[in-house]
């Protein structure tokens, strides 16, 4: 090989060598440019995830307004009629002043219920007639205690809270 040959062969050489340097530099600025838009996604997922977060903490069933104690009454004697309970079974039932949630823009009421002894069913039947999310009502709590067995029926007291979560915004004076 005379001279000229070895000067093409070195200058493609030295031109491959410099298209490849070229296309690296362009992979390392294409890679530095989706690290940037991956930053920016994980900025936006971060935020999303904060906002999920305060979301996940605040109540899934709402009422703007506090239920009045009349319609309460109303629901409860209509759940009695719906589980086929008759109005005696109701032993008790004592409403409660609403509470502030922490810190929230939410308030608690209970209502605490207390029934004579009936079968679980009828218990059951009882609590989801109870459930009104128009108003952010549902049963939160139930507790059966002194069971009895009358024949081959086993009945049970019961003691239940109804709760309804008000939004209720803090004032910020």
Do not use: H
């Not at 502030?100 to 207390?114: A, E, Y």
């Not at 069913?121 to 009358?150: H, M």
């Not at 007291?157 to 979560?165: E, W």
Request: with cysteine.
């Amino acid at each position: 090989m005379n001279a000229t040959g070895k000067r093409i062969l070195v200058g493609t050489a030295i031109l491959m060598l410099g298209l490849y340097a070229l296309a690296s530099v362009r992979g390392v600025w294409s890679a530095a440019d989706r690290l940037q838009l991956d930053r920016q996604d994980l900025a936006e997922l971060r935020q999303k995830l904060g906002e999920i977060r305060r979301v996940a903490d605040a109540p899934a069933v709402v009422a703007l307004d506090l239920e009045p104690a009349d319609s309460i009454v109303n629901r409860i004697d209509a759940a009695l009629q719906k589980a086929d309970l008759p109005p005696q079974m109701l032993a008790n039932q004592t409403p409660m002043q609403p509470q502030r949630m922490g810190q929230s823009d939410f308030m608690l009421r209970k209502v605490d219920i207390k029934l004579n002894a009936t079968s679980v069913a009828k218990i059951v039947a009882f609590c989801d007639a109870l459930k009104d999310e128009t108003t952010g009502s549902v049963v939160r709590d139930l507790q059966l205690y002194d069971p009895q067995r009358s024949g081959g029926q086993e009945t049970w007291k019961s003691q239940l809270t109804l709760t309804q979560v008000i939004f209720s915004p803090k004032s910020d004076s």
